[in-house]
């Protein structure tokens, strides 16, 4: 009897506790002001991004007509007669005030429309479409590359720290930040196609080969995709040369910030908890240490994005990577204006995603942001 | 409360005290030897008509007999498509480089630094919120993205280069600026000095300026590096110094096109820039160390 009744007071209290914490859950679920304070922010987070993209399309719309130079002179060149060059200047609307000619050009993006090259006179949406795709494979391989041996590194040299392997890592980054991504892209190419010899120097896969069909512009996911792995292999080989120059800088960089905040939070007293209570270094280091240091080098993430897309102009250009890039340049040389605007614009775009995207990622890696945001 | 006093005390007491900074300087070898190298290259890029073999090789000069030779004595590193000496062709490189940072960090600075001082100062919310959006959309973009866009809409020269790289780098110096100011603001110091009947612009420059000097000279030293690269990058895309002038991303891209037999054209003006951005951010490293212990 008695031992019934203490049974059943232990289960109770149990049901408790767990009713407790379903009340709990459930609370937070209907009244989740935790996920709406993070759809509030991501909300203001876009609008604040369009309202940034708008200002950046005016500023360089504003620049690019206020140059000197006709643009229609520049696009039918010398020879065209004065009233070829007054049509083209009625047809892109070039005879009338600015302001107009802003309206113009912004009612066609909200279309979808970007206008035509001036040179080509091909849509320049359809040009993007077919460029775009190789450099984001290239900026993402490379993004990848740097996320993942800057994390090594950083891990490395922040729990060795002082050792021989920090010293290393400390050289080589002090060199893979000085070093500019095209001087690095010849290094590379020096190095391992004409002296080695053995990954091919220019393209994204060998002539002799036939690109895959078509699915994500990316060849070695439409060659997987296919099920074409040879396709696949070479794809790999051809951009690992472009990635990895890209990456070295931001490895380095983000070697040192890792390796700084692991440094940092290894003294902490958690740290020393755990490793008292005989948790195996293993784990102490990627489950506790690794979760806390990641923050400030996702933080830079976004910077780092932007600085491989920018960088990927010219290392595009060393390795021949028919990508956005170099027709970005291309457009440039050539004072396409309409073109210019489309790129430089795809490139806030990309880096305001990215942006977006890194700030959520730090938002749930450090409940404390999460936290903050909710009271504000 | 004693916290608040200190600090305020801190802004007079910081006279800059040579020795002292140096000494801390000093402590990182890296660093003096990073400021070692950047004293030889100035100096070496200041006379270079004087100690250059081959002064008159930085122009419009050939010598086809002595073209494509490799690194030899006569020819520290060797001798480009033309019979140019490409040491010398280095040295001048290096006067344009340098040029271009200090064109661009002098006219890019101050404008970010008056601007980030009125935006962190003033009560006029508006003011404040519309020059941090402007900088914002100056920083929507990689600068080397807006600046080789400006740049090639304009005509490809080195003046131009450097007007579109300084139009991309104030918004980074109005924004450190603006993130110091607005958290003195509210400083005893700053509403004593405002008590007292200062105008504003004394406040700005006098109480709050020089609690920016830390982070802005850190900031300048290495953003010399960055800036170089940057005009090296453009250059490389023949947006800088046009030929036949030396600019040593316009060298780089040249001899790229000879790799592998021809290296020398290339890879010596691309070590180039690396040991002069090596050097500027060893010494910024070692600012930095000076001004964080200041700090404490």
Sequence with gaps: ?376 | MAGKDMKSNRVYAKRVNISKSWYKFSRNPLSVLGLTVLIIIVLAAILAPYITPYPEHAGPYTNFPESGQPPNLRHFFGTDTVGRDVFSRVIFGYRFSLLLAVVVISLSVPLGIILGLIAGYTKRKWLEIGIMRITDIFLAVPPLVLALAITAMLSPKLLNQMMAISLMWWPWYCRLVYSVTSSLRNEYFVHDAELTGARKGFIMIRSILPNCVGPILTKITLDMGFVIILGASLSFIGLGVQPPKPGLGTMVADGAKRLPAEWWMTVFPALAIVLVILSFNLIGDGLRDMFAVEEI
């Design chain 1, 1 to 376: 009897m008695n031992r019934r009744s203490r049974v059943g007071k232990v289960r109770k209290i149990k049901v408790t506790v767990e009713g407790g914490w379903v009340f709990h859950t459930l609370t937070f679920s209907l009244y989740n002001i935790q996920e709406y304070s993070m759809l509030k922010y991501i909300g203001l987070r876009l609008i604040h991004s369009l309202f940034v993209l708008f200002g950046l399309s005016l500023l360089i719309f504003f620049i690019a007509r206020v140059m000197p130079g006709d643009p229609a002179r520049v696009a039918l060149g010398p020879l065209a007669t004065e009233e070829q060059v007054q049509k083209l200047r009625e047809e892109i609307h070039l005879d009338k005030p600015f302001p107009v000619q802003y309206y113009y050009w912004l009612r066609s993006l909200l279309k979808g429309d970007l206008g035509r090259s001036l040179y080509t006179k091909r849509p320049i949406v359809k040009d993007l479409n077919e460029y775009l795709p190789a450099t984001l494979e290239l900026v993402l391989c490379s993004f990848i590359i740097s996320l993942v041996f800057g994390q090594v590194t950083g891990v490395l040299a922040g729990y060795f720290r002082n050792s021989w392997f920090d010293g290393l890592s400390r050289l080589v980054s002090y060199i893979g930040v000085a070093t500019p991504s095209f001087v690095m892209a010849i290094f590379l190419l020096l190095v391992f196609s004409h002296i080695l010899g053995f990954i091919p120097a220019v393209g994204r896969i060998s002539i002799i080969l036939r690109p895959p069909p078509r699915v994500t512009g990316f060849i070695i996911l439409d060659s997987l995709i296919a099920g074409q792995f040879k396709v696949a292999l070479n794809g790999l080989k051809h951009i690992i040369l472009p990635a990895l120059s890209l990456a070295v800088a931001h490895i380095a960089q983000e070697g040192r910030v890792t390796r700084s905040s692991i440094v940092d939070n290894i003294q902490k007293d958690y740290v020393a908890t755990h490793v008292v209570h005989g948790v195996p270094t293993r784990s102490v280091i990627f489950k506790y240490l690794l979760k806390p240091s990641l923050i400030p080098t996702v933080s830079i993430m976004g910077l780092d994005f932007a600085f491989i897309i920018a960088n990927a102009f010219l290392v595009e250009l060393v390795f021949m990577w028919p990508g956005f890039a170099r027709y970005a340049v291309t457009v440039m040389l050539n004072k396409d204006l309409n073109a210019i605007v489309a790129v430089v614009l795809i490139v806030g775009a990309t880096f305001a995603i990215v942006n977006l995207i890194v700030d959520i990622v730090v938002s749930f890696l450090d409940p404390r942001i999460r936290l903050q945001r909710r009271g504000g």
